[in-house]
């Protein structure tokens, strides 16, 4: 059984996808244990500008399969908050 498919993000507006409401074929599921893999093992590539952690956005833009969203960048985040913090004598 394929699941349903709403809404995507297209260039900064919201659209409505084609396939809203309707069932996608397996080619479009994702494989949720090689991507909880990927999330884990594969790393940033510091030298390619898709793969650098950059604030100010949004959201992030990107997949694990892609070495864009990974347990790194929540790492890299999470290390930039407490800089901050620690810089800016932040209490909480």
Known sequence: ?????SW???HGSLKIS???GKLVG????VNVRRLVTAFYEEEPDPSVPAQRIAF???GHRGSAF???FNEWRILGFSQAICL???QH????
């Open 1 to 5: 059984m394929g699941k349903a498919v």
């Open 8 to 10: 995507g993000l297209v």
């Open 18 to 20: 084609p396939c809203a």
């Open 26 to 29: 397996a080619s479009m599921l």
């Open 56 to 58: 100010g956005t949004s």
């Open 66 to 68: 892609d070495e864009i």
């Open 84 to 86: 901050y913090k620690k």
């Open 89 to 92: 004598k932040a209490q909480d």
